[in-house]
């Protein structure tokens, strides 16, 4: 067999992120019986540190789907949206479609309410809109990572909440990365994965599942069997997975979150991107003609977003800078396709991406801007 050569890049893109040494190496623990008393030695200090991470305690079930983030949305969507049910989509980029796109496929009454690429929500027209469709169910996402904004994820559920309705959270690229507050947050349920802010290879959508959508889910029907949210609650109670879960993941999964909440420190970890944030705005504002294209108190601590000078095409971007970067080590993120397509459309500038997700530190981040300049300039 020949064996072809794969390069050790060092991923800067939005997920998959930046995988450590030892994390991976924690895949090569034994595997085991997933019905077995071995399980619960790994599934019960996962449960605990991923409530650990999302600020909750026995308020919110956490469940682990094979699968990947969607996974989890498309149950939250199969299992808490009843028949005659409307759920509002609201969309601030590409992930908020993708929400209303699970709930349209799934034969679901939904609308999708979108803001401006690069905005957050705006209450007032969602108020406006909740009060015209009166929706039982809202989706929204926290962190738009094609775009790099955050939402105020509580602002949101509140007013969600004030209207009646079920707020349903996709936080898949922030879990791991920033505080979340999730008993005070007012979300139903949240979902998030394993590839993105907590730096392991993707293999898990993971749900946090309330009391209340606990026991809508066992007034829905036709859940289907992967998104039944009774029966992964079932599991859950018992440490396990629904089905036969990646037993690697499971290892690193434990390792990582032990890693994360006994050495590293939950609040170091959030200060660390942070931190990354303001690095990449101050390397911004050095850099004549590019710009951030997430607005002030909306910018995500997981990934940057960069406008760039007018006349940059997707090309250049595409061919020139990323397969630059290629070259030293790196794989860069040339902006969200379908963002940039748009935006060369209508003749606006274009934007890229810098994700600093997971276990990416701020030097590894010095280093990686300090190369991105370098091929910027070229342009
Ligand atoms: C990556 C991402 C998803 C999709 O997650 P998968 O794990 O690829 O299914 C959904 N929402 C957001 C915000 C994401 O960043």
Not at 1 to 6: A, C, H, Q, R, V
Not at 95 to 100: P, Q
Not at 102 to 130: I, Q, R
């Amino acid at each position: 067999m020949s064996k072809p050569t794969f390069a050790p890049l060092k991923l800067f893109i939005t997920g998959p992120t930046y995988i450590r040494q030892d994390v991976k190496e924690a895949a090569l623990l034994p595997e085991f019986g997933h019905r077995d008393a071995e399980n619960d030695l790994r599934c019960v200090p996962i449960r605990e540190n991923l409530r650990k991470l999302a600020g909750c305690g026995d308020d919110f079930e956490p469940i682990l789907c094979l699968g990947s983030g969607s996974t989890a949305m498309e149950t939250s969507v199969r299992s808490l949206v009843a028949d005659g049910e409307t759920i509002l989509n609201v969309s601030v980029g590409a992930f908020g479609d993708l929400y209303y796109n699970l709930a349209a496929s799934n034969g679901k009454k939904c609308e999708n309410l979108k803001f401006d690429y690069g905005t957050a929500v705006d209450l007032n027209v969602l108020e406006d809109k909740l009060k015209e469709l009166k929706p039982e169910v809202v989706s929204f996402t926290h962190n738009e990572t094609s775009t790099g904004v955050v939402n105020d994820m509580k602002a949101v559920c509140g007013l969600v909440r004030r209207h009646g309705a079920m707020p349903l959270v996709d936080g898949v690229s922030i879990y791991g990365g920033a505080p979340l507050d999730l008993s005070d947050s007012g979300a139903a349920m949240y979902s998030t994965a394993t590839q993105k802010s907590l730096g392991l290879p993707a293999g898990f959508g993971i749900g946090f599942v309330s009391k209340e959508a606990e026991e809508k889910a066992e007034r829905v029907t036709n859940k289907g069997h992967h998104h039944d949210l009774t029966k992964h609650l079932d599991k859950a109670r018992k440490n396990q997975t629904l089905t036969t879960p990646n037993t690697c993941l499971i290892n690193q999964m434990w390792y990582q979150l032990d890693r994360i909440v006994n050495e590293e420190g939950i609040e170091n970890r959030f200060a660390r991107h942070a931190a990354m944030r303001g690095q990449v705005e101050k390397w911004v504002a050095g850099l004549d003609g590019f710009d951030m294209f997430a607005p002030e108190g909306y910018r995500s601590p997981t990934v940057s977003t960069v406008l760039c000078p007018e006349g940059v095409t997707v090309a250049q971007l595409k061919n020139g800078v990323k397969e630059a970067l290629r070259g030293e080590g790196y794989l860069m993120d040339p902006g969200y396709g379908k963002l940039n397509a748009a935006l060369e459309g209508a003749g606006r500038r274009l934007v890229f991406r810098v994700g600093h997700m997971g276990d990416i530190t701020p030097d590894m981040l010095a280093a990686y801007l300090g190369k991105l300049e370098e091929a910027l300039r070229k342009l």
